[in-house]
């Protein structure tokens, strides 16, 4: 009996006209959706401002862009410099190559102006953010299903992937073999819930969310890591994306006990978006900025005592004359 393996997409690249959609981009773009909508909603439920996380993605998602290239490109220098190579190759994004390390470290860089130029501490900003980047690593890792890139080793497992393609070589490839995207997805999907649980069991604070995903996400990738046979750079045994992951989960994992025994707890709502507090003036059901603007002003006038105050007062010293002139007529 045939058994039903996972099937490649025939093509990654679809032509409207001239222009190209590629499959691996709208991974990519979806990914980022995802993990703004889903950031700026934990981040509003912590005390934060509706744009903040939008605002702060505009620096964060160019410069993790620029670094998950720059990782890749160096990482696997091979594929682009040397004999028989076209350096320009290197810039050609849409056919894959993003090395997350880089893209979290830059990325991180980014994210650090643009929470400095809106005055939020960027570890409270890393730990609201950080379920909505594992579930866009999850979206991503499908671009690599449709370029037919980053399979592991060969299986006849029923979830087996199919292969075949043709490489820049000439060489064509074709059999079945783990589905590390697959793997790699699944994982992130399971770690974005993982951090949500334990955020909320917990009350973590103060960068360790962002710690704990980024621990829980580097033992899911020394696994797929290990399952691969794409061209990298072993050492002592161990291919130089398991080492990175070995030397970032100790990192995280130090950062995430010593934060906790020196800052237990979750940063002040009242502290971290000094924009929360200009939005809440404004009341949402306002029709225009003018009338939210007259709205505020109108009920900051006066204290709610004495705007009810006042009316009654008069009221009173008003019955007052009425009853003493009615006991001393003229």
Known sequence: MDIAYIPSPSRGVLQLGPIPLRA?????????????????????ARGGGRHTVGDIAVWAVPFGLVGGRLYHVITDHQLYFGEGRNPWNAFKIWEG????????????????????????PLPAYADAIAPGIALAQALGRW????????????TTLPWGLEIDKTLPSGEKVTGIYHPTFLYESLWCVAVALLVIWADRRF????????????????????????????????????????????????????????VGRKRPGREDPAGIDPTANAEEAAPADADTPAERSESVNAAGD??????????????????????KGAKNPA
Do not use: M
């Not at 190559?97 to 939020?120: D, N, Y």
């Not at 006066?302 to 009853?323: C, S, T, V, W, Y």
């Open 97 to 120: 190559g993003l090395g997350i390390w880089g893209a979290i470290a830059l990325g991180a860089v980014g994210a650090w102006i643009g929470a400095r130029r809106r005055g939020v």
């Open 24 to 44: 691996y981009a709208f991974c990519i773009i979806l990914g980022v959706v995802v993990a703004v909508w889903l950031g700026s909603k934990r981040w509003v």
């Open 203 to 258: 009350t973590l604070g103060h960068g360790r969310v962002f710690a704990l995903y980024v621990a829980g996400y580097t033992v899911g990738r020394f696994w797929t890591e290990w399952l691969r046979i794409d061209d990298a750079h072993v050492i002592g045994g161990l291919r130089l994306n398991d080492w990175v992951a070995i030397v970032v989960f100790l990192a995280a994992v130090a950062y995430f006990v010593i």
């Open 143 to 154: 671009g690599n299903w449709f370029n037919q890139e980053l399979y592991g080793r060969e």
């Open 302 to 323: 006066l204290p709610g005592a004495q705007r009810e105050g006042k009316p009654a007062d008069a009221l009173a010293e008003k019955l007052d004359k009425l009853e």
